[in-house]
C-alpha cells in the first residue's frame, strides 16, 4: 500500500514540475510618477547646457511647465513590465552569454528534480535488489543537492528585481508579485520531500519483512 501511495505521491510531484518550471513565477511592473518624469526631463535637460546658460535655461522651462499644468500632473507611467519562469530566465541568462550561470540554474532547478523523481519512480517499481540498492544510493548521491532548486528560485526572484530597479535610481516604483508557476513550484518540493519520505519508507519495509511460513 505505502508503495503504491509513493509512486502516486513521485507521478504527482513531476507533473507539479513540469508547470513550475514552465509558467511563470514572478511578475515585476515599475513606475514613474509623471511629475517626477517631467522633473528629471527638465534636470537632464538643463545640466547638458553650459553653466552660464543653465540657470536661465531653468527658469523658463519651470515657467512653461507652469503654465502647462504639467507641475500638478498626476499619475503614473509604467516604464517596466516583466514577468519569467525558470525556463524563460534560463533562456534569458544563456542569450546574454552568462552560459554557466543558465547551465547551473537548469540542473538545479529542472534536470536534477526530474532526475531524482524519475529514480524515485524506479525504486519503488519490482526491481532486483541490487540495481535497487544502486538507485537508492544514486538518490541519497543527489540527494545533498535537494534544497538547490529552492535557492535557485531565490536567486531567479533577487536577480528579476535586481534588472527592474537597474540604472533607474529612485525615480522607479516597483511592484512584485507571485505567479501561478511560483505556487506550483512550491507544492512540488512539499509532494517531493513527501514522496523521498513514503519510498524510504516502502523499501524499509519490503527489505525487513519476512514471508511468512
Same mark, same amino acid.
Given at each position: 500500500?505505502?508503495?503504491?501511495?509513493?509512486?502516486?505521491?513521485? +507521478?504527482?510531484?513531476?507533473?507539479?514540475?513540469?508547470?513550475?518550471?514552465?509558467?511563470?513565477?514572478?511578475? +515585476?511592473?515599475? #513606475? +514613474?510618477?509623471?511629475? /517626477?518624469? *517631467?522633473?528629471?526631463?527638465?534636470?537632464? $535637460?538643463?545640466?547638458?547646457? #553650459?553653466?552660464?546658460?543653465?540657470?536661465?535655461?531653468?527658469?523658463?522651462?519651470?515657467?512653461?511647465? #507652469?503654465?502647462?499644468?504639467?507641475?500638478?500632473?498626476?499619475?503614473?507611467? @509604467?516604464?517596466?513590465?516583466?514577468?519569467? #519562469?525558470?525556463?524563460?530566465?534560463?533562456?534569458?541568462?544563456?542569450?546574454?552569454?552568462?552560459?554557466?550561470?543558465?547551465?547551473?540554474?537548469?540542473?538545479?532547478?529542472?534536470? $536534477?528534480?526530474?532526475?531524482?523523481?524519475?529514480?524515485?519512480?524506479?525504486?519503488?517499481?519490482?526491481?532486483?535488489?541490487?540495481?535497487?540498492?544502486?538507485?537508492?544510493?544514486? +538518490?541519497?548521491?543527489?540527494?545533498?543537492?535537494?534544497?538547490?532548486?529552492?535557492?535557485?528560485?531565490?536567486?531567479?526572484?533577487?536577480?528579476?528585481?535586481?534588472?527592474?530597479?537597474?540604472?533607474?535610481? /529612485?525615480?522607479?516604483?516597483?511592484?512584485?508579485?507571485? @505567479?501561478?508557476? $511560483?505556487?506550483? $513550484?512550491?507544492?512540488?518540493?512539499?509532494?517531493?520531500?513527501?514522496?523521498?519520505?513514503?519510498?524510504?519508507?516502502? *523499501?524499509?519495509?519490503?527489505?525487513?519483512?519476512?514471508?511468512?511460513?
Amino acid at each position: 500500500m505505502k508503495s503504491l501511495l509513493s509512486i502516486v505521491v513521485i +507521478i504527482l510531484s513531476l507533473a507539479l514540475l513540469i508547470p513550475g518550471v514552465t509558467q511563470p513565477i514572478l511578475t +515585476i511592473q515599475g #513606475s +514613474i510618477e509623471k511629475s /517626477e518624469l *517631467v522633473e528629471a526631463g527638465v534636470t537632464m $535637460f538643463t545640466e547638458s547646457l #553650459s553653466e552660464d546658460n543653465r540657470s536661465n535655461a531653468r527658469s523658463m522651462l519651470d515657467m512653461a511647465v #507652469s503654465m502647462l499644468g504639467f507641475d500638478n500632473i498626476e499619475g503614473e507611467v @509604467e516604464v517596466f513590465y516583466k514577468t519569467r #519562469s525558470i525556463v524563460d530566465t534560463v533562456n534569458e541568462l544563456y542569450q546574454s552569454n552568462n552560459i554557466l550561470v543558465a547551465a547551473l540554474v537548469g540542473l538545479f532547478s529542472i534536470v $536534477f528534480p526530474a532526475i531524482k523523481l524519475l529514480t524515485m519512480l524506479m525504486v519503488n517499481l519490482p526491481i532486483f535488489k541490487p540495481l535497487q540498492y544502486g538507485l537508492m544510493r544514486f +538518490i541519497g548521491a543527489i540527494g545533498k543537492w535537494s534544497m538547490a532548486d529552492v535557492f535557485v528560485v531565490a536567486l531567479i526572484i533577487v536577480y528579476m528585481a535586481g534588472n527592474a530597479s537597474a540604472g533607474m535610481g /529612485e525615480l522607479l516604483t516597483t511592484t512584485a508579485h507571485f @505567479e501561478i508557476g $511560483f505556487y506550483y $513550484f512550491s507544492a512540488y518540493c512539499v509532494f517531493s520531500i513527501a514522496s523521498h519520505w513514503l519510498m524510504a519508507s516502502s *523499501v524499509n519495509k519490503r527489505h525487513t519483512s519476512k514471508p511468512s511460513s
